[in-house]
């Protein structure tokens, strides 16, 4: 039986039940405990489960990455919340050179199932240090996997599948998208990690986004549908491993592809994807594939600044018509 919840109460539930599964599973971070959670992720899971697994730490990203590092190596499954992606920047020494290398640099005698989540991305007016996008950076590294979600069913079951993982997930949310709803099932089940989700079929072109610009994607296909245009939605759900398969096989199918992706454009994720799709997919092709990203300069703090930064159905509508009528 399923019920609608939000995404905040997925990730909860995620968590907890994980929490209930498994002693060695606790969870640690800034504000996590007795503040129910900067974004109340973590709402009443004190109550549930104490302090010894529900643990406040002091604003020291490194320091208690590497404290979660330590735990993992040795037996535990922690889950540290970064209350930003923005400032895990501080703790990128545990996540890049120690969480991300522990298996390789212990020919494969030591594990680390650790999982580092929080929001990535813009939230609106927080200007320059609190506004970046952090998948095509974290993606970058070898021993790390990727994942960022949107939807409450895929968030609670990639939650538990990262838990469960026994390598290192970093695992990307989005501030100011905790309270949208979707149907969740009241029963245990997992999403696996590395598989896209087609999440609109469509026939005239492919539209590949994740995270809260699959909400820009989706209200561009719903727009395109309205004068006719077709437009198959894919939602990533992990960025690495990437799920190049089911892009394919949607751009084998419509013949153009428009990525839609908050990264900055250099070195981001829809560059990725534009390789791979050249490689594996450039004799189906009918037009060049096409990218709609952030622009590439720091998001200032004015509202208007905001808008014009980040990618929105108008911009992605018009890279749709533009790999639609290329030649005409």
């Known amino acids: 039986?399923?019920?609608?919840?939000?995404?905040?109460?997925?990730?909860?539930?995620?968590?907890?039940?994980?929490?209930?599964?498994d002693e060695t599973v606790f969870l640690m971070g800034e504000?996590?405990?007795?503040?129910?959670?900067?974004?109340?992720?973590?709402?009443?899971?004190?109550?549930?489960?104490?302090?010894?697994?529900?643990?406040?730490t002091p604003i020291a990203e490194l320091g208690f990455?590497?404290?979660?590092?330590?735990?993992?190596?040795?037996?535990?499954?922690?889950?540290?919340?970064?209350?930003?992606?923005?400032?895990?920047?501080?703790?990128?020494?545990?996540i890049v050179n120690n969480a991300a290398k522990t298996l390789a640099q212990s020919a494969g005698e030591y594990k680390c199932p650790i999982v580092f989540r929080g929001p990535s991305g813009s939230a609106g007016q927080l200007a320059q240090q609190h506004s970046q996008t952090f998948e095509s950076w974290m993606a970058n590294v070898p021993g790390l996997k990727v994942i960022s979600i949107i939807d409450p069913y895929d968030s609670?079951?990639?939650?538990?599948?990262?838990?469960?993982?026994?390598?290192?997930?970093?695992?990307?949310?989005?501030?100011?998208?905790?309270?949208?709803?979707?149907?969740?099932?009241?029963e245990e089940y997992?999403?696996?990690?590395?598989?896209?989700?087609v999440k609109r079929e469509g026939t005239d072109v492919t539209l590949v986004s994740y995270n809260k610009m699959m909400l820009v994607a989706m209200s561009a296909a719903e727009e395109l549908a309205k004068e006719g245009i077709?437009?198959?939605?894919?939602?990533?759900?992990?960025?690495r491993p990437l799920d190049h398969e089911t892009i394919v096989e949607s751009v084998k199918k419509t013949n153009r592809l428009v990525v839609v992706d908050e990264c900055w454009p250099f070195a981001g994720v829809s560059a990725e994807i534009a390789y791979e799709i050249q490689k594996y997919a450039f004799d189906y092709l009918d037009a060049p594939v096409t990218r709609v990203n952030s622009a590439d300069t720091s998001l200032h703090y004015a509202p208007t600044f905001v808008e014009e930064f980040l990618p929105n159905p108008t911009k992605v509508i018009k890279a749709v018509k533009e790999v639609l009528y290329v030649g005409a």
Request: charged letters at 30%.
């Open 1 to 21: 039986m399923s019920r609608i919840i939000t995404l905040r109460d997925a990730l909860r539930e995620a968590m907890s039940e994980e929490m209930r599964r």
């Open 156 to 186: 609670k079951g990639l939650m538990k599948s990262a838990i469960r993982d026994d390598d290192p997930v970093c695992f990307m949310e989005s501030e100011i998208s905790y309270g949208i709803k979707g149907e969740v099932p009241e």
């Open 65 to 94: 990455a590497g404290i979660g590092v330590g735990a993992a190596i040795n037996g535990l499954r922690p889950i540290v919340e970064f209350m930003t992606w923005n400032f895990a920047v501080l703790a990128f020494d545990q």
């Open 230 to 239: 077709s437009a198959e939605v894919i939602d990533l759900r992990t960025i």
């Open 31 to 56: 504000e996590v405990a007795e503040y129910n959670g900067a974004y109340k992720v973590s709402k009443g899971m004190l109550d549930e489960f104490g302090p010894k697994r529900v643990i406040d």
């Open 190 to 197: 997992l999403v696996p990690i590395g598989k896209a989700k």
